[in-house]
């Protein structure tokens, strides 16, 4: 059967210098191959669109990277349509390494998940219920580890992983402060994620803002952009303050890394820690954490945005929409 389908796939075409725009791509098509032994043919429904693939993309180092002339690495949901793989049969639903393409042809490593639940929409298995729930709780908990009653500030308030961290740390007993960028996402964060503070980084004056939300100090730091925001939240730490380093979204030029202010001072007299978060290295957790936001999205207790645009070739200029901030939401693309 597969040998009669034709795949559109979205190819890396070059390596950008700075943020991946649409021409960093091309659209190509081929044949779909017969399925091996040991291999499933996947029928995309949903492709995720992150941050991080500026990073997949970049020479620069980074922890995990995509060669020019491969389909586009991406989180995708589908349908398997045809299986010669042990433990995968036709109709199952998936989340894993499919790629910006119409038909995947993986083996089971490349799946992260089954999805087994017929009562939530499959497209909040990239989202809240995929890797930015997965880092939002997982980097939340170990590393945050917030107590009742502290003040927890994150930063890109309104996205996938933000919205989800505000709601989180809210369900902790804490108080929640929020920083992002447009009057909308202001709204979403005070009316939809239940933020107590909310600072629009473009047009508030931060440190006034971070001084007045902040009395007591800022006790857990989740900082998705680095940059201005994360040099003025640095200053209002809390004796104890953990700093959750999750995203560097400001950051637009990693060769030289631009320099900022020097945080030892900071980090010496309050006492406090800053550690990086690569969500890949908490895979052993991973389902039983998504287990555990799957409850809280039945009961209505954790609430989403989607951000979603029809077609394939509308993922090619997502990635820079995400860098000029123009999702509200978890950014998809459905097929
Ligand atoms: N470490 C990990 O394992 C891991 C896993 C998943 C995601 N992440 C990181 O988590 C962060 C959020 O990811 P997401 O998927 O939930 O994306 P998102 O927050 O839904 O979208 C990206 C957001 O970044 C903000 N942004 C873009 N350029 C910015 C700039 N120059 N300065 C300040 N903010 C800027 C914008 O929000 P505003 O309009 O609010 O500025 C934009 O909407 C990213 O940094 C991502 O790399 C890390």
């Known amino acids: 059967m597969s040998s009669s389908l034709t795949n559109e796939a979205i190819y890396v075409a070059s390596r950008p210098t700075g943020i991946p725009t649409a021409e960093n791509f091309r659209k190509g098509t081929h044949s779909v191959p017969e399925v091996n032994s040991g291999e499933m043919l996947v029928r995309n429904e949903w492709l995720?669109?992150?941050?991080?693939?500026?990073?997949?993309?970049?020479?620069?180092?980074?922890?995990?990277?995509?060669?020019?002339?491969e389909v586009m690495r991406s989180l995708c949901v589908g349908t398997v349509i045809e299986s010669k793989a042990e433990g995968f049969n036709e109709?199952?639903?998936?989340?894993?390494?499919?790629?910006?393409?119409?038909?995947?042809?993986?083996?089971?490593?490349?799946i992260v998940q089954k999805i087994t639940s017929t009562d939530?929409?499959?497209?909040?298995?990239?989202?809240?219920?995929?890797?930015?729930?997965?880092?939002?709780?997982?980097?939340?908990?170990?590393?945050?580890?917030?107590?009742?009653?502290?003040?927890?500030?994150?930063?890109?308030?309104?996205g996938?992983?933000?919205?989800?961290?505000?709601?989180?740390?809210?369900?902790?007993?804490?108080?929640?402060?929020?920083?992002?960028?447009?009057?909308?996402?202001?709204?979403a964060c005070y009316e939809e994620f239940g933020y107590d503070h909310v600072i629009n980084y473009k047009t508030d004056d931060i440190d006034a803002a971070l001084k007045a939300a902040c009395p007591e100090g800022v006790d857990v730091y989740f900082d998705n952009t680095a940059g201005n925001i994360s040099d003025s939240v640095m200053q209002h730490l809390a004796i104890g303050a953990r700093v959750i380093v999750c995203g560097t979204a400001s950051i637009a030029k990693w060769d030289p890394v631009p320099m900022g202010p020097r945080v030892e001072r900071i980090l010496l007299t309050r006492r406090a820690r800053m550690q990086g978060f690569i969500m890949f290295d908490h895979m052993d957790t991973y389902v039983s954490y998504i287990s555990k936001l799957e409850e809280l999205v039945r009961a209505n207790t954790?609430?989403?945005?989607?951000?979603?645009?029809?077609?394939?070739?509308?993922?090619?200029?997502?990635?820079?929409?995400?860098?000029?901030?123009?999702?509200?939401?978890?950014?998809l693309v459905r097929l």
């Open 48 to 69: 995720s669109v992150e941050p991080a693939m500026r990073g997949w993309l970049a020479d620069a180092n980074n922890y995990s990277s995509v060669e020019v002339g």
């Open 302 to 331: 954790l609430t989403y945005r989607e951000h979603v645009t029809q077609g394939l070739e509308t993922a090619m200029g997502a990635i820079a929409e995400l860098y000029r901030g123009e999702n509200l939401g978890k950014r």
């Open 120 to 158: 939530i929409q499959p497209s909040l298995y990239l989202g809240v219920l995929g890797l930015n729930g997965a880092t939002a709780i997982t980097a939340l908990k170990t590393i945050g580890a917030p107590k009742t009653g502290e003040t927890v500030v994150v930063s890109t308030a309104a």
């Open 160 to 187: 996938g992983v933000g919205s989800c961290v505000g709601q989180l740390a809210k369900s902790m007993g804490c108080r929640t402060v929020g920083l992002t960028s447009t009057p909308e996402k202001v709204k």
């Open 91 to 110: 109709g199952d639903r998936v989340m894993g390494w499919l790629g910006w393409q119409h038909y995947a042809m993986v083996k089971p490593r490349a």
